[in-house]
C-alpha cells in the first residue's frame, strides 16, 4: 500500500488514540469521536464515502459537502454507512465553532445541511442549549427523505427534530444521556414550552365568552 493510499488512514484517525492520549476538546468528558460505538466508526473509516469525500476536510470545504446530501440515515444495504452519517462523524472530528454551526443550522436553503447541524448539536452540547436551540425547528415542516436499513420512507424536519430531543438513538448512533424537558422544567433551567394547540383554545375560549356576554345582552 502506498503512501497516498494511506493518507485517509491517518485522517481518520488522527483523534483516535488508543493509547489514551487524547489531549483535544472534549464532549461529555470524552473524545467526541467516541461518541459514534465502535463497529459504527469501523465502517465510517472503511467506506468508500468517507475515503474519498471526506478526506481533508475542514469546516468550510464541509459546507460544499452537506449541501449535496439527499437524505437523511445512518446504515443501509449491507450496512453501508450514508454520506450523512460520514459528514456528522467528519464534524466530530473538525469540531467547528458554535457560530459555524449555527450557521449551517440556520442556512434555510439547505434542509439537509440544517439536519446534520441539528445531529452534531444533539450530540455534543448540553441539555439547556439543546432545546433552546432545536426546539423552534419545530416549526419546520419541509418534506425529508430517511434511508436506513428497511429501505427509503418519507418523513418531515420537525419529525426528525422530536426524534433528537425525545428517542434515545437517531440515524442509528445512540444519543448521550440528557435531561428530559420536564426536568429542565423542574430544575427552573427552561421556561414552560408554550403549546400553539393550547393558546387557540384559549383564544376560542376567549371568543366563546364573548359571545355569551352578547347573548345575555
Known sequence: MGKDSKAHLADAKALLDSRGLYEGQTFHGVNPLLLVEKIIRDRILDCLYWKEQCFGLNAATLLDRAT?????????GNQK????????????????????????????????????AAMYIRLTWNAVEIFKTLEPLMGDFRKIRMRGMNGWRLSYMDEFIDSLLTQERVCDIALPRMMTRAMLEDAEELEPRESLLGSEVESEGEEDGEEGEVDDD
Open 68 to 76: 449535496e446530501v439527499t437524505y437523511i440515515g445512518g446504515h443501509y
Open 81 to 116: 454507512p450514508t454520506p450523512f452519517i460520514c459528514l456528522v462523524f467528519k464534524l466530530l472530528q473538525l469540531q467547528p465553532e458554535k457560530e459555524i454551526i449555527m450557521a449551517y443550522l440556520e442556512d434555510a436553503e439547505f434542509k439537509y445541511l440544517r439536519a446534520l
